[in-house]
């Protein structure tokens, strides 16, 4: 389901917050990024895929972006 564009932002950074900290909870378990990624399936390994990519290409918009 999509956000209505007035809580976009808002709702999306909660689910990468999540998204954050079961990859966080899954490295003091001992967990490698790799050996994590493995423990998901095919379709939620293809969506982490896509929110990296999403998120560097996020990065390098606001660094292109931002006057700092």
Partial sequence: MS???YCRFNNTSLDV?????????????????EEFRATLSDDEQRALDR?????EMI???AKAASPI
């Fill in 17 to 33: 917050a999540d998204c954050l900290a079961a990859m966080v909870f899954a490295e003091e378990d001992g967990l490698t990024f």
């Fill in 59 to 61: 990065m390098e918009y």
């Fill in 3 to 5: 956000n209505m564009s």
């Fill in 51 to 55: 929110m990296i990519r999403d998120m």
